[in-house]
Structures are given as C-alpha cells and as structure tokens.
C-alpha cells in the first residue's frame, strides 16, 4: 500500500463523483482549557473544552452551478428571499468521502483491476464562504470553505 496522492484520490460528496477538484484540506482543532492552582507552576490538567472541524477546497470553475461540492449553496433559485431561506433553514450539512485508488488483483493478460478503499467521511459541511478568481492567462478557480459538525471518520 503507497502513500496517496492526488491522481489516486477521489471525492464523492453525496454519491457523486466531484471531479477537477485541485485542493483539499481538513483541519481540527482541539480547545483546551489550562487547569493551574495558586503555587502552582506548570499545568496539572488540560481538559478538552471545544471541538471544530474546517474544510477548504479549491476546484477549477465550470459555472456557480457545476462547480464546489454540490448542494453546499443552491444558487438557481428564482429570488433572493428563496435564497435566504434556503441558508437560513438548511439543517443537514453534505458529506465528503474520501476514496483511495487502489490495485485489487491482476489479470492473466497483465492488466490490473483497480478498486477503491475508503480513507474516511466528513459529514455535515455547512458552507461558510464561497469565491471565486478568473485571472488572465489561468483557469479560473472556486474556492469553498465549510465547519463541519462531527470528526472524521475512518472504517475500521
């Protein structure tokens, strides 16, 4: 088993393949709280006290519509105020799954069978900034950021 890099990598979100994404990056944070008495100079505790999970990815822009993790933000509505509540009210986040590319077995003629190993799920994301850049003489790009309500997971 090798390490994994980008061609290896695949991102489903709901089931469907997110292709031309360029960037993905997971981050958690773990609060602590510094437990220390009068006369006391180093620290006898430091419980756990908050927990946050972030997510950026970048991915190159088709349109608003065919590009970031779909269902994030639904942008094709027919009024502003459909807009707001469809953020205001929004109660499941999407899930991410992060899939590695691997080599199941070999044929007699010497062709390989890939499959896919799943390296862990991201549930919930909830957009929290949505950009764009179209520059001159690059791909545009579409960056997307997101909170995420429990910690990745990993099958065992």
């Known amino acids: 088993m090798g ?12 089931g469907q393949e997110i292709g ?16 220390q008495g009068i006369g006391k100079l180093t620290l006898s505790e430091v419980p756990a006290t908050t927990w946050r999970g972030r997510l ?9 519509n065919d590009s970031g993790l779909p269902d994030a933000v639904k942008r094709d509505v027919p009024s502003i105020q459909q807009w707001v509540d469809n953020v205001l009210l929004q109660e499941n986040g999407v899930d991410l799954v992060l ?4 080599k199941i077995s070999s044929n007699p003629d010497g062709n390989i069978n890939a499959g896919f190993t799943e390296i862990g799920i991201i549930k919930n ?24 309500t429990t910690p990745i997971t990993t099958t065992v």
Do not use: H
């Open 3 to 14: 390490v994994i890099t980008a061609p290896l990598a695949i991102i489903k979100v709901n």
């Open 20 to 35: 031309l994404m360029t960037t993905v990056e997971a981050s958690e944070t773990i609060g602590r709280a510094e437990v």
């Open 56 to 64: 950026t990815c970048a991915q190159m822009m088709i349109n608003l």
């Open 99 to 102: 899939l590695k590319k691997e």
């Open 125 to 148: 994301l909830f957009l929290t900034s949505d950009s764009f850049n179209i520059s001159e003489g690059s791909i545009s790009a579409r960056n997307q950021e997101f909170v995420y």
